[in-house]
Structures are given as C-alpha cells and as structure tokens.
C-alpha cells in the first residue's frame, strides 16, 4: 500500500516532488521533499483493504504519536482493482490521538481510529480527508487543515533507542554497503518493500551478472564466545545466487569483528535444519577445532572482493 501511495504523491503533484524511503524501520515510512522549495515532510502511511461499519479502522502504535512531526495518512485499498480509493485522510499525531479511542485491554499502549468511508461532511474527520489527487499538497503545512493554535511547546521527547540487536543489524548492513560501494565494478540495489532472505542485489558492471545478499548480524561478548543468527525457515529459498554475509559484532571492542562470513544459501541446508519456523546457524569468532564453517570465513574487508568475484564467474 505504501508505494499507491508514494506513486499518488508524485504522480499528481503539481510540483516537482520526490519520495526518500528509510533504510531502517524506526517509525516513518518514507518522507516526501518538495524539490523547489525544499518542503518536507515526514509520513506514516496506515491502511486497509477491507471495509467495517462503512468505514476503516486503523490502529496506531502508542509511541508512534509521541514524535509531533510525522504526518499520518490513512488510505483504503480496493481489493477488487489493487487500487486506492478516491480519498484519503491526513492528520498529524495530535489529531490521532483526539479522535482515536484507547483500548484498555491491548497487548501494548496504542489508539484506535474509525474513519468513514468514504468520507461524510459532519463528521469529525471529515476535515482532515482529501481527494488521493490533492494528496501532495496536503502533506505541507503551507496547506490543508488549517493549523491549531500553538500551545507552548514542550520539551522534545526523548525517542525510545531501538533494541540492540536490531540497533547492530542495521549498522552491519551499513557496514557491509560501506564494504560493497568500494569497488567500481559493483552496484548495491536496496529492495523496498525489505524481502526476508534478499535484502540487496549486487549487479557486476562488468558482466551484468547479479546476486542477492542477505546480512546477519550475531552479537557475542568476545572471539570465544559462541554466537548465532537466525533466519526464517519457511521464507528461505536455497538459492544459488544469494550470499548470506555474516558479520561479528563485539561487546569487548564495541565494534565489529575483522572476520566474516559468507555463505552460500544454497549451501545453509547442509550446513543446519530449514524446515522449522527459526533457523540458526551457531558461529565462533575465534579459529580453534576445525569447523565446518571455517571455508566460508572471510577477512570482513574482503567481503566485496569475494561477492565480486563469485559474480565475476570466480568463486571464492
């Protein structure tokens, strides 16, 4: 749903206006820029494809509404033509939280909105919905609902540090795009929306040869300590074009490990069981007793030299 939207944006802008999509999921889904003025805006996009009550209903993490400056639209999806519907609404966090209800009972803190649709004149959402082709401009404060009056600002709050291993996944696949854009021959393509076992696809220019990579992060005390990654069983395909890059990160030297992995997925069958609904595959940083993933340990400033040349017809 997120890229009808993304496309209704761009495509019926009247100015020229572009969408940047996160590398990592920390509460925006993609913010749009407005290229001659360099408005911007952050956007969550929160949807359904079925209909209750003549009407959506949208629930919204808690949290999400404790940043004041993300913009939440809210879009049907006709499941009958995998289109959006002629209407939307858009609203910022303060608005959620006023016309949403709060569930007591909910697993985690969060609010509920149930928005008509299509949108009725009355109603208390009614002034914050739109036609999908006046979406773009609604999203900049030069337009649209007309703004509250300002109440003192508050402090700014602090925003809830993602979980370490989420944290260090996303710092190892940076690291391991650091690694990827060294070489002139290579060509690093993010997938969007993120597949489970590809998250990137390598392109040799030389060739046009392409594989796809999936990066793993394992967090260990030291090079003894045994470490693992985990992938989803019934997501993972063997194939012989993906790689699984495995990085090390190290408690003892805050950062990661010289040493890496790079395996093969059609290889990881052999190597632990897929057929369950977790996967792991257990690594030790430290070369002690042979192990049978030591032929795929690679020095970690290797690592686009060994993906090149696996493109390149050469394998390593």
């Not at 749009?32 to 209750?52: F, H, I, N």
């Not at 009355?122 to 007309?146: D, H, I, N, Q």
């Not at 190290?250 to 010289?258: L, P």
């Not at 069958?269 to 940083?285: G, M, S």
């Amino acid at each position: 749903m997120e890229w009808l939207v993304w496309a209704a944006v761009v495509g019926n802008a009247e100015r020229v206006t572009h969408v940047f999509l996160p590398l990592d999921d920390r509460g925006v889904d993609g913010i749009v820029r407005r290229v001659d003025d360099e408005a911007m805006c952050a956007v969550q996009v929160k949807g359904r494809a079925v209909l209750t009550h003549k009407g959506i209903e949208v629930v919204v993490n808690r949290n999400a509404l404790d940043d004041p400056h993300v913009t939440f639209v809210m879009a049907y999806l006709d499941p009958s033509t995998v289109r959006l519907a002629d209407a939307v609404y858009v609203m910022d966090a303060d608005t959620v939280l006023t016309l949403g209800s709060h569930p007591r009972r909910a697993a985690r803190p969060e609010v509920g909105l149930f928005l008509p649709y299509p949108p009725h004149p009355g109603t208390k959402s009614w002034p914050y919905s739109c036609a999908l082709s006046e979406l773009s401009t609604r999203l900049f404060p030069s337009a649209g609902v007309p703004t509250r009056a300002a109440l003192p600002a508050p402090l700014p709050p602090v925003p809830v540090p993602p979980p370490e291993k989420k944290r260090l996944g996303h710092l190892a696949e940076l690291e391991v795009m650091r690694l990827l854009g060294a070489p002139a021959t290579l060509n690093t393509f993010k997938s969007f929306p993120d597949v489970e076992e590809v998250e990137y696809l390598v392109r040799h220019r030389p060739t046009g040869a392409i594989r796809g990579v999936q990066v793993k992060c394992m967090i260990v005390a030291d090079a003894h300590t045994e470490g693992e990654i985990a992938f989803s069983g019934p997501a993972f395909v063997a194939s012989p074009n993906v790689d699984f890059v495995i990085l090390a990160w190290r408690r003892d030297h805050n950062a990661f490990d010289d040493n890496a992995w790079l395996i093969p997925a059609i290889d990881v069958p052999h190597l632990t069981r897929t057929d369950i609904p977790t996967a792991h595959i257990e690594l030790r940083v430290a070369i002690g007793k042979g192990s049978r993933f030591d032929r795929y340990r690679v020095p970690r400033s290797r690592v686009a030299a060994t993906i090149e040349a696996r493109l390149g017809g050469t394998q390593l």
